[in-house]
T-cell receptor, first 115, second 114 residues
């Protein structure tokens, strides 16, 4: 079974604070891909990152960083020095290889950055 | 800019009155997806097309149909909308279905059923 859990339903932080969004996944497949998407109030899902199961290197892109740990089946996302424009719902998704690119989304974390 | 376009952005229909949502793409992608996203929930895949091949998810109600007349366009038909079908409907595209590639999403159509 494939499952993604985002335990944090809503988070509020004050601007410039750092915030980490948690993502825990379950799969029996050895080859899979993990994604993070951002959904601003306008509605469209915006791709942030893709990581395959064989690449556990952490990644940093500007104020965004991702920590992938297979040992704990987690793929957490940190925003450093948060800004009001970061306010959105963030989804973590899993797609095992060979499933026709079907995405298994978590239920999302709604982040509000207070000015 | 290449993109995924959904029209209309907001659609209101009456209980039981058929409605069609449209999606077009300028990315020339082979695969087009339709997702249903209810309030505060994750997007749920309804079906996808790989070129002209239609793939329906097992739990997608028969009330939902789709058409893809050409590479660029894909339609979602809801034959008899119920109150429970009120949701955001997201269209997405990708280059291929089997390589876990990024999906590109449109802005969605928010459907209200009265």
């Amino acid at each position: 079974a494939q499952k993604v859990t985002q335990a944090q339903t809503e988070i509020s932080v004050v601007e410039k604070e750092d915030v980490t969004l948690d993502c825990v996944y379950e799969t029996r497949d050895t080859t899979y891909y993990l994604f993070w998407y951002k959904q601003p109030p306008s509605g469209e899902l915006v791709f942030l990152i893709r990581r395959n199961s064989f690449d556990e290197q952490n990644e940093i892109s500007g104020r965004y960083s991702w920590n992938f740990q297979k040992s704990t089946s987690s793929f957490n996302f940190t925003i450093t020095a948060s800004q009001v424009v970061d306010s959105a719902v963030y989804f973590c998704a899993l797609t095992p290889r060979g499933t026709g690119n079907q995405f298994y989304f978590g239920t999302g974390t709604s982040l509000t950055v207070i000015p | 800019d290449a993109m995924v376009i959904q029209n209309p952005r907001y659609q209101v229909t009456q209980f039981g009155k058929p409605v069609t949502l449209s999606c077009s793409q300028t990315l020339n992608h082979n695969v087009m997806y339709w997702y249903q996203q209810k309030s505060s929930q994750a997007p749920k895949l309804l079906f996808h097309y790989y070129d002209k091949d239609f793939n329906n998810e097992a739990d997608t109600p028969d009330n939902f149909q789709s058409r893809r007349p050409n590479t660029s366009f894909c339609f979602l038909d809801i034959r008899s909308p119920g109150l429970g079908d009120a949701a955001m409907y997201l269209c997405a595209t990708s280059t291929t279905p089997g390589l876990a590639v990024e999906q590109f999403f449109g802005p969605g159509t928010r459907l209200t059923v009265l």
